[in-house]
Structure formats: structure tokens, C-alpha cells
């Protein structure tokens, strides 16, 4: 899934972000490619789920990613 530094002074929601756009930017995620759900990849990553979601709503104000009609976020 991801993976994040927890010691080094950036913010978990930069790191994610910046890890997620990797993905993208880099094809490894394909176009309408759903995202794992919030609490998916905050029990994963250890992670309080609102960092999760405050990250998705970063990646979607940055056109990264959108929001189906169904609630779901697609890279």
C-alpha cells in the first residue's frame, strides 16, 4: 500500500499526499483507479483516519484524484 516515515519532521498527511501523487504521476495507479478507503489505510499505516481523509481532500482540491458519484475517491 504506502509507507511513511514516522520520525523526520514531515507531516504524515505531506508524506501520504506526496506518496499518493507519486503513484499517479508515475502511472503505478491507473486512471479511475478507485483509492483504498479511509479507515483501510489509516489501520494499515497506523494512522488516525482523519489524517487519511484530510489528505484525500488535499489530493482532490489539487485535481489529483475526484470523488464518483457513490462517495468513492479515483486516481
Do not use: D, H, W
Not at 16 to 41: F, T, W
Amino acid at each position: 500500500m504506502f509507507s511513511l516515515r514516522l520520525q523526520g519532521g514531515i507531516p504524515l498527511s505531506e508524506q501520504l499526499e506526496a506518496r499518493i501523487a507519486e503513484l499517479i504521476i508515475g502511472g503505478e495507479m491507473a486512471e479511475n483507479e478507485k483509492l483504498p478507503a479511509v479507515r483501510e489505510v489509516a489501520k494499515a499505516l497506523t494512522i488516525n483516519p482523519n489524517t487519511v481523509q484530510k489528505t484525500y481532500r488535499q489530493l482532490e482540491q489539487r485535481a489529483y484524484i475526484f470523488a464518483s458519484r457513490k462517495g468513492q475517491l479515483c486516481g
